[in-house]
């Protein structure tokens, strides 16, 4: 199963806050898939849930402010040429289960 690395204060909001939205710069293939929620940062990485990667978007900034409530990313646009709202359903958080660190690994990661 793919694995999307999330930084710990990402990952809060979607497991607890209702971020829907992960803006990302390109867009991803994997439409439909059930993917694990790595959590980065820290001594260790780990799976704190799984989620549906229900659909994939692009994005402008009026699209964006729009729907601020979905990324809760206040000026993403400034990151990013063609941003993709990578849309997360289903969303279930899960024991956090230790997740081997590998080098070179930014968005996604083999669990």
Do not use: F
């Not at 989620?51 to 994005?59: D, F, G, K, M, R």
Request: glycine share 8%; hydrophobic share 40%; proline share 7%.
């Amino acid at each position: 199963m793919k694995g999307l690395i999330e930084r710990p204060e990402w990952m809060e909001r979607i497991l607890h806050h209702g971020k829907a939205w992960d803006i990302r710069g390109t867009p991803t293939s994997k439409v439909g898939e059930r993917i694990a929620l790595v959590q980065c940062g820290g001594p260790q990485w780990l799976v704190r849930g799984h989620a549906t990667l229900a659909a994939c978007l692009p994005v402008d900034a009026d699209v964006a402010a729009r729907h601020e409530n979905l990324h809760q990313a206040p000026g993403w646009h400034e990151r990013y040429s063609t941003p993709h709202a990578w849309v997360l359903a289903d969303v279930e958080e899960c024991d956090p289960v230790p997740v081997v660190k590998k080098r070179g690994c930014v968005v996604w990661t083999e669990v």
